[in-house]
Structures are given as structure tokens and as C-alpha cells.
């Protein structure tokens, strides 16, 4: 089976998010149940210089943009560990930028220009570099119109009749949504503008064009499933969800343990594991303590959040019980994201005024957050909603407590400290169901109290470690649904 993943993310090539971890990993994963997978993404300036070996194919290309026609080269590569091709869509004027989608607070005005233009780079490279093509597996908004394009400009293509789409929801929130003059520059007809198709409230659409025209469509966690079928997760996407619930698939993403693994990671001060974590974990903390500037006392509890400042994430909640926090508890926090002004203002400000107990770092640094992850007794992920979340599955394995809202895939990951949840062996967190800073504050006290009972805390802490959200069984799982839908187009059933 040859699956073609289009992406604009991958580690370690670039990232942004857990949908550069997922493509990352999961390719590798595929490829041990003897699927055959390559990758195209754009060639971001971040892929090109992020260290990985790089090579001309010396195949030059011209997709048409409206009226103008754009030239661009194919490079190839192969995601590290792994003989998985890669094939990165080189477009200086595009891509060549200081980031993959927005800068400072905005999104990069031509972004339908250039992912319409890698949606056709991708489909034209299965024909240029001849790449066996079964089904493309096609991630977020950016990669929307390429179901849309196989039926309707390629669908009489000779070769691109039979290849079928999986389109994977990372986030329903980013929809690439464009004003509709747009169209123009997709070539695909007007007559595909409808309510029913392209268009949503008088916009270009991306994400809803792949929710129609998908052969199957999944997201990356059961409950998130669920959600995203009713308002207010749906973001009023619930008529189409609804309508191909019977298409769509939860798959819960795994957890990279090549990457993501406290006894080989490369970052620590001190490897350490389930059976013997307890010094290990104590180097890692005094470590933090003093890369962030804060004392380094081993008794006092560290919280955790790492992430981008964004609404969804709950941020706000976090510094909401902040500032109330960090003046009466004995407690140090460490906080590390990128994102909105307002939050790292906010943010910043209460690290100002407790600079003993807040230590933040503003910017991306993924070497910081596995030492965090390493390092913190506890960690925070107040969610508004969260499609599946990977921070949580990673400070499982490094020993640090997840406190999370209950919703997507925090909700099918966290099970909840009661005493039933502590007697029956489940518990590996705290998790609350209001996204308000009193229920934020609330299971933090409860997961300060426990951290206050030894022998609690420490049957959470080996209980999350010792768990398997590895990537085994979700690429199990996308090997079912890519069968499932190859045989259904192979019937000329679907959409
Ligand atoms: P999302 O994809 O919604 O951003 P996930 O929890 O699925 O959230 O994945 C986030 C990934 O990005 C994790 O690997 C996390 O460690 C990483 N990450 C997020 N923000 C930062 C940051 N500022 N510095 C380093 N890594 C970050």
C-alpha cells in the first residue's frame, strides 16, 4: 500500500505543533507494518536549515496561479531513522519566510496563493517523480483542496482517477478560510462556489472542500470525534460533519518514544525510568531550577505549561490563578510558549513580580521543553479544547502529573484521582470539566494535596510512566482505514 503524506509539517524538518509530531513519527510506524509512505511538505526555510541532508532531484515544475504560472523544484530527503522518502516543494518567494503561516499575530496574506500552489505541487509530483500513489493522507487546512482537486481538474487525469484521500483533522479551529475571489486562483469553476462544496459564509473554504470531498476523514482522538459533531467545537462545520459521521474516524495520536523517552533523551541532566525515576527526576528538577533562575530547593512542587499562546490552549486561565497563586503557595512555576501578545504580556508580568516562583521563556525551544517535561512535578493543560494534545502523553512518561480540562483527547488520556480511580490503579492525573480559573484552581489544590502523600504521588507518577500511548496501535488503526477506504473508492462507493 503506498501512502503519500502531504504535510506542511514534520519533524524534524519543521514544526509548529503536535501535527509536525505526528508527521514525524507516524510515517516510520507505517512503514513496520509494511506500508510504503513518502512524504511531501513545502520547503520551509525551517526545513531547509534544520540540519537534515537535502538533495536536488533536478525536477523543475510550473503550476498555474490564476493567470500567472509559478515555477518550483522538487528536493529530496528522508525523514531521519528511517528510509521513509521525503519530498520537499522548493518555492523561494513563498516559503523562504521567518515563519510557516503567520507573523506577529497575522496571518501571511497570500497563504490561499501558497497552499493552493503546494496542493498542485503535490498532485503534479505523483505524476513528475512517478510516485506510486494508493491514497494521499492529507493533514489540516493546508492540504484541503487536494480531495477537491482529484474530483474535479485531475479526476480525468490519466493515473489520478483511482488514488483516494484520507484528510486528518488536527484542529477544526484553522480552516484556511479566504475572501471568494480566491476561487480565481484555484482554477477550480465557479460552479463548485456553493454552500454545499467550497463555499462557507461567502468565503473560500479549505478545510470544509476536504470535509466534502475526502474519500474518509478522521481526527486525532475518539472524543474529539464526538465534539466536533455539535456546536461549539464544530465551528459551525456540524452540517457537514454530521452528514459524513459515518466516514469519520477518532484515531489517538501516539507518543514518538524514540524522541520522547526520559531514559535515552538527550537533553536530561540525569536519564531516569519507571523503576527508578526518583533521582533521576530530582537532578532534572534541580537543573530547571537553576537554567530558569529560580531557587533550588528539591521539596517545593513545580508546575509545568508548555505550549503556543493561544485561546484554545488557556492561557488566560493560567494566569488568571497565577497571579492569585504565586503570592499565598509555596510553589515554583515554569512556563514556556510562543503566541499571542496579550498572554505573553500578561505572563510576563506576573513573572516580574514573583521572579522566585514564575520563571517564563518566551519563544520555541524544544530542547527547554524536554527539559521541562523532565523536570516539573506537575503539568498544566487547562484546554478549551484540545484535539488530542501530546504534552500530556509526554510528561506521562517523564513522571510529571497531568492536571488538564476534560475535553478531546486530554479527556481520553487522563484519568481523574478519586478513590475509586486511586484503589482500582487508573488514576494518572487531575482532570476538571469547567474551563474556568476556579476549576483550574481547584485541581491544582487537589494535586497539591496528593503531592503532599508520598505514596500517592508516587503510584501516579509510576502508574503514568509505565503506561503505552506509543504509536503502535494508532498506526494499526490508520492501516484499517486506509483498507477500508481503498476498497470503498476501488467499489466506486463514497463521494
Ligand atoms: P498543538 O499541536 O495544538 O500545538 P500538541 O500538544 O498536540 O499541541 O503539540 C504541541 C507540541 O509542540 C509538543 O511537542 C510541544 O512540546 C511543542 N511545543 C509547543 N510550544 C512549544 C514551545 N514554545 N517550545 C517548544 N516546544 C513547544
Redesign the pocket.
Known amino acids: 500500500m503506498n501512502i503519500l503524506f502531504a504535510t506542511t509539517e514534520a519533524a524534524p524538518f519543521c514544526?509548529?505543533?503536535?501535527?509536525?509530531?505526528v508527521c514525524g513519527a507516524l510515517p516510520i510506524e507505517l512503514a513496520k507494518l509494511g506500508v510504503k509512505p513518502t512524504l511531501i511538505m513545502p520547503g520551509f526555510r525551517h526545513a531547509l536549515e534544520s540540519g537534515v541532508k537535502i538533495e536536488p532531484t533536478g525536477v523543475m515544475f510550473e503550476i498555474p496561479i490564476g493567470r500567472k504560472k509559478v515555477r518550483g523544484e522538487y528536493l529530496r530527503s528522508t525523514l531521519p531513522g528511517s528510509d521513509v522518502p521525503v519530498y520537499l516543494i522548493e518555492q523561494h518567494s513563498y516559503f523562504n519566510r521567518n515563519e510557516l503561516y503567520r507573523e506577529r499575530d497575522t496571518d501571511y496574506q497570500d497563504n490561499c496563493e501558497r497552499f493552493v500552489f503546494f496542493n498542485r505541487a503535490v498532485l503534479d509530483a505523483v505524476e513528475r517523480l512517478e510516485l506510486d500513489t494508493d491514497l494521499i493522507h492529507c493533514h489540516d487546512w493546508p492540504t484541503g483542496l487536494l480531495p477537491a482537486y482529484l474530483k474535479t481538474i485531475y479526476a480525468d487525469r490519466p493515473g489520478y482517477n483511482q488514488i483516494a484521500t484520507l484528510f486528518t483533522i488536527?484542529?477544526l479551529a484553522y480552516q484556511g478560510s479566504f475572501w471568494h475571489w480566491d476561487m480565481e486562483l484555484t482554477g477550480v469553476g465557479w460552479e463548485y462556489f456553493n454552500w454545499q462544496q467550497l463555499e462557507f459564509y461567502g468565503q473560500l473554504n479549505f478545510m470544509k472542500s476536504a470535509l466534502v470531498f475526502a474519500d474518509a476523514l478522521s481526527t486525532?482522538s475518539p472524543r474529539y470525534a464526538e465534539e466536533i459533531k455539535s456546536p461549539p467545537m464544530s465551528c459551525g462545520l456540524e452540517g457537514v460533519l454530521r452528514h459524513r459521521q459515518h466516514d469519520l474516524f477518532g484515531v489517538l495520536?501516539g507518543c514518538d518514544y524514540a524522541v520522547?523517552n526520559p531514559a535515552i533523551d538527550p537533553h536530561l541532566a540525569q536519564n531516569f525510568d519507571a523503576a527508578n525515576y526518583a533521582a533521576g527526576k530530582a537532578a532534572c528538577k534541580a537543573a530547571l531550577q537553576a537554567e530558569m533562575g529560580l531557587p533550588v530547593r528539591p521539596e517545593v512542587p513545580m508546575l509545568a505549561a508548555?505550549?503556543?499562546l493561544a485561546e484554545?490552549?488557556g492561557f488566560d486561565l493560567i494566569a488568571d490563578v497565577l497571579a492569585r497563586m504565586a503570592q499565598q503557595q509555596d510553589a515554583q512555576w515554569v512556563l514556556?510558549?510562543?503566541g499571542d501578545k496579550k498572554y505573553q504580556d500578561a505572563l510576563a508580568g506576573i513573572a516580574r513580580e514573583y521572579p522566585e516562583r514564575v520563571a517564563l521563556?518566551l519563544?520555541?525551544?524544544?530542547a527547554?521543553?524536554h527539559r521541562i517535561?523532565a523536570g516539573a512535578d506537575m503539568f498544566l493543560?487547562p484546554s478549551r479544547y484540545?484535539?488530542?494534545?501530546?504534552?500530556?502523553m509526554?510528561s506521562l512518561k517523564y513522571g510529571t502529573v497531568p492536571i488538564v480540562r476534560e475535553t478531546g483527547?486530554l479527556a481520553d488520556t487522563i484519568t481523574n484521582l478519586s478513590e475509586k480511580t486511586l484503589s482500582d490503579g487508573s488514576a494518572n492525573g487531575f482532570s476538571f470539566a469547567d474551563d474556568s480559573p476556579y476549576a483550574l484552581s481547584m485541581a491544582i489544590d487537589r494535586a497539591l494535596r496528593a503531592y503532599g502523600q508520598p505514596e500517592v504521588w508516587r503510584q501516579l507518577v509510576t502508574t503514568g510512566m509505565n503506561q503505552d500511548w506509543s504509536w503502535s496501535r494508532s498506526a494499526k488503526r490508520y492501516v484499517e482505514i486506509y483498507e477500508h477506504t481503498l476498497a470503498r473508492v476501488e467499489a466506486g462507493v463514497g463521494v
Request: hydrophobic fraction near 25%; charged fraction near 20%; aromatic fraction near 8%.
Open positions: 514544526k509548529t505543533g503536535g501535527l509536525g509530531d488536527h484542529n486525532v495520536n520522547w508548555i505550549g503556543r484554545q490552549k514556556l510558549g510562543s521563556r519563544g520555541f525551544d524544544n527547554l521543553a517535561e493543560m484540545e484535539p488530542c494534545g501530546l504534552n500530556q509526554y483527547g
